[in-house]
């Protein structure tokens, strides 16, 4: 009697663990959750490439002060000029204008 007691038990419990299991996968493959972890799967990559073009842009800042530094290019900055991104801007020179060139309607080349 013990021992078709011990077996319905294990069978029961086997039962229900792969019932569970089973359910458990049912739910990850949805739609919904399978957009949920592609998206999750998406921000961590774009994480990670931040990261990485932060890292690229250290050592290139750092290459090129070591070049620079090499090549006797340290030239200092004159603090009274306003700096827009990182090249000094004089306000006493015009910016350069950009030529804009003219617009060929007959040329059919412009679909190649």
Known sequence: MFRRTFWFTAGAAAGVWATTKVNRKIKQLTPESLAAQAADKAIEAG?????????VREGMVRREAEL???LGLQ?????????TGHIAVDPARPAPTHRTL????????EDH
């Open 68 to 70: 620079g530094g090499a």
């Open 102 to 109: 003219p617009c060929n309607s007959n040329n059919r080349n």
């Open 75 to 83: 030239a200092p900055v004159d603090p009274e000029l306003p700096v």
């Open 47 to 55: 994480h990670r490439l931040k990261d990485f073009a932060l890292d």
